[in-house]
């Protein structure tokens, strides 16, 4: 066993922040000790493996991305980061564990697509990964089999009001399945967008010959998200199941969400850096000389980003104060333009939809901490706590206590990280700072005042500086319990 003490930081959770040492005994945090004492010994940090001075830089648990899509089939491709190339590049901007999402699709049994998601996983993760089910088809055998799914560690699955013919469950299926949710105790995961409204609208402005990205946006109006949002809130009211919103992005959207809790709903939501940074008009909007118009089509996504001039972002940052939302994962499904984004070349509607921010997203978060949007203490809160305490990691995941994972990163607010894909002066690509496996950057231009300087999984230094020092296997499977939030 190794041990390694983290001296001279300042440790910061959920509750409060303070000067403190971190000692790690193998994969486990042992003791969080005050500078100088004395406790285990006056030369603790001569009888340990190795000493990481953390001095002027904060010491926080691993960030927990508890909505990702790997290897994602969708819209005629796959998205583009593998297992091991995803959760690498999650490793670098300090997220320590993934909950990814395991896929049955109509005509699919669940067991078979859970299966498919272990192999695919399986020996090729960087750090520690869970599931959620994605439960595409609800029939008897369904329902049936999600039952079971506690067994296998995991406590929640996914249902879409979104893509009919892809994922689409209709309301008397949403509430089928969301009465096994209220007998199991398991999270119900919404994606609430009105999805045939949705596919008339794309299909009339298709009509009239606005294809370019901007329309993906248009056609997804925030109507369609409240509506949805309001429709799910009912449905889990009427069968006592709890419910979880994902990548919230419309204000009325999180007006709803509010409303519901307010009157007594185990109701959730998260939002994604998108929908707190971009818009409708800077990027889906946006034209470049190589992709003309097109070039809209790195940004899309659904939920869609919203109109900055409705100040749908400055909504959610507000949500996240207030906790009407709790929580800020990716929804990481990244697609190249070459070969993949660009199969919507004419039609928006065959874009495949999904942006890569894995890696960024506990840099962007803590930039919201600079510009005071948040606190130090909430950042980690919405970034690491509550993923563990919402999706059953609570206790090994999330907080910097003994005997919890020693999930550490290192992070030094002096720092500085420039995000996207530099160019030279003919405007040629350089290079890139980025790890994750795509031909682009969503974040192009960024630049964050702070910087992940160490990462530690499972007590392993998986990366120092801006070097990568684990290997693909080192993460394991998460069984997962129940919400902390509903026992």
Request: proline letters at 3%; charged letters at 25%.
């Amino acid at each position: 066993m190794t041990t390694t003490l983290i001296s001279g930081g300042t440790v910061v959770g959920a509750t409060g922040r303070g000067a403190a040492d971190v000692l790690v005994d193998g994969e486990r945090i042992v003791a969080v000790l005050e500078p100088g004492s004395t406790l285990l010994g006056a030369e603790l940090a001569g009888s340990v493996d190795r000493v990481i001075d953390a001095s002027g830089k904060y010491v926080i648990p691993g960030g927990i991305d508890a909505h990702t899509h790997m290897q994602l089939p969708f819209g005629g491709t796959e998205a583009s980061d593998t297992f091991e190339t995803g959760t690498r590049a999650a490793a670098h901007g300090g997220t320590t564990t993934i909950i990814d999402f395991a896929v049955q699709r109509y005509g699919e049994r669940v067991e078979d697509g859970l299966a498919a998601w272990h192999e695919k996983a399986a020996g090729e993760c960087a750090i520690d990964y869970g599931f959620h089910q994605i439960v595409g088809g609800v029939d008897e055998a369904s329902l049936q089999a999600m039952r079971k799914l506690p067994d296998e560690g995991i406590t929640s699955f996914k249902l879409f009001m979104a893509y009919p013919g892809v994922f689409y469950s209709d309301d008397a299926q949403v509430l089928r399945a969301m009465q096994v949710s209220r007998e199991t105790g398991m999270l119900t995961m919404m994606h609430a967008e009105n999805g045939p409204a949705i596919d008339v609208l794309a299909e009339q402005l298709a009509e009239q010959g606005k294809t370019d990205p901007y329309f993906h946006g248009v056609a997804r109006a925030w109507e369609m998200e409240e509506e949805a949002t309001h429709r799910a809130i009912m449905l889990a009211k009427l069968t006592g199941a709890p419910l979880y919103v994902v990548h919230v992005s419309a204000k009325q959207a999180v007006a709803q969400l509010a409303w519901a809790r307010d009157h007594g709903q185990h109701v959730f939501g998260e939002t994604c850096p998108q929908y707190l940074y971009l818009s409708l008009e800077e990027q889906l909007g946006a034209s470049s000389e190589q992709w003309g118009a097109f070039e809209g089509a790195k940004w899309v996504c659904s939920t869609p980003l919203r109109s900055r001039e409705e100040r749908h972002q400055d909504a959610m940052w507000q949500a996240l104060r207030t906790n009407d939302l709790q929580m800020v994962s990716t929804d990481h499904c990244p697609f190249c333009m070459k070969d993949q984004k660009e199969l919507g070349l004419g039609d928006f509607r065959k874009i495949p939809n999904g942006i890569g921010s894995v890696e960024h997203r506990m840099d962007l978060m803590y930039q919201g901490v600079v510009t005071g949007e948040l606190t130090l203490e909430r950042w980690v809160e919405l970034t690491s706590t509550t993923p563990a305490r919402m999706f059953g990691l609570a206790g090994r995941k999330g907080a910097i206590q003994p005997g919890a994972d020693a999930d550490l990163v290192v992070y030094d607010p002096n720092g500085r990280t420039t995000i996207g894909m530099p160019v030279d002066a003919d405007g040629k690509p350089t290079g890139r700072t980025h790890h994750m496996n795509m031909d682009h950057s969503a974040w192009e231009g960024f630049e964050v005042d702070g910087h992940v300087d160490v990462v530690l999984s499972r007590g392993k230094v998986v990366v120092e500086g801006d070097e990568y020092l684990g290997r693909k296997g080192d993460g394991r499977y998460l069984k997962r319990g129940l919400s902390s939030y509903l026992s």
